[in-house]
């Protein structure tokens, strides 16, 4: 699925950054309202699952980057406490 940026580019939601994927659920959710009709509506509301899935797999990825990067940090200070006969 595509979206329109602010910019006004398509771009695959899947390829969204955390930041462009909050932006355009917000921006996609203000829109529902204003709906033409039941079949824009739905289409919207779709819009809003792929965005929800996307950021959800985001913030997951975010996590891992994290858990891994305290794991590398710990190895380091284990490492250095190592050489330093600690």
């Not at 709906?35 to 996307?54: G, I, V």
Request: aromatic letters at 8%; zero cysteines; a negative charge.
């Amino acid at each position: 699925m595509y979206i329109s940026l602010d910019d006004g580019d398509l771009v695959l939601v899947d390829l969204l950054t955390l930041d462009e994927a909050l932006a355009a659920r917000a921006r996609t959710e203000a829109e529902l309202p204003w709906a033409y009709n039941s079949a824009h509506a739905a289409a919207l509301r779709l819009t809003l699952d792929h965005l929800d899935e996307q950021i959800e797999w985001l913030h997951e990825q975010a996590e891992a980057q994290a858990a891994d990067d305290a794991a590398d940090q710990i190895a380091q200070d284990w490492f250095a406490d190592y050489l330093m006969g600690i």
